[in-house]
Each structure stands twice: as C-alpha cells, then as structure tokens.
C-alpha cells in the first residue's frame, strides 16, 4: 500500500490549503486515517483523524479550521486548512492504519511541506 500525499506549498498567513492522501489499493480495509505534522525540531503530533464510520478527531490546535474528510470509496483523504499561521508550518504526514486478511497494518505517506509565511 502507497500513501500519495500532494498539496503542501506556501500560502499567507490567512490564507487555505488542501491536502491530499490517496490510498494505492483498494482491497485493503482502511480502519482509520491521519494527518500528522512535524516542525522542524519537534516531534511529530497528530492533527486529525477520520475512522471508518465517518467520526472526525482534531487536535486542539487546529479544531475550527482544519477539517478532514475523504471521498466516497475512501480512497482519498483530504485536510482542509483555512486561517493559516506560522504555527502551523510543517511537514504533514498521512498515515494509515488498515485490515487485510485479518491482520492489520500501519502505512505512511511522504511528507509535504506547508510554509506560512508573508
């Protein structure tokens, strides 16, 4: 299973991005999906995740101006991020945790860089 991120950039301070998880396959069971960030010297925290049955999770840091969702196959994951701050330039992650054949399994996508800055 291939986790491939896209939509980082740089964006202003207020401003929006959108960013992008897909899942290579399809017979794989998605349990769960995340979206992690890491700044340069700390330590990798979760932003938001998205289960199955729809429920959403944020970190207190992003709650009101994150939101996740994903397509209706679940194939892709999205993060939408408004009202951006230097805070929250980071790399993001994408990370899985799925089911096939009765075991489960933890995938990482690659990172991609967010930069907020004027």
């Known amino acids: 299973v291939q986790l491939q991120v896209s939509g980082g950039g740089l964006v202003q301070p207020g401003g929006s991005l959108r960013l992008s998880c897909a899942v290579s396959?399809?017979?794989?069971?998605?349990?769960?999906m995340h979206w992690y960030r890491q700044a340069p010297g700390k330590q990798r925290d979760l932003v938001a995740t998205?289960?199955?049955?729809?429920?959403?999770t944020y970190a207190d840091s992003v709650r009101g101006r994150c939101t996740i969702s994903r397509d209706g196959a679940k194939r892709t994951v999205y993060l939408q991020m408004n009202s951006l701050s230097p805070e929250d330039a980071a790399v993001y992650y994408c990370?899985?945790?799925?089911?096939?054949?009765?075991?489960?399994?933890?995938?990482w996508g690659q990172g991609t860089q967010v930069t907020v800055s004027s």
């Open positions: 998205i289960i199955t049955g729809g429920m959403t």
């Open positions: 396959r399809s017979d794989f069971s998605i349990n769960a």
């Open positions: 990370h899985a945790d799925a089911t096939y054949r009765g075991l489960t399994y933890s995938y």
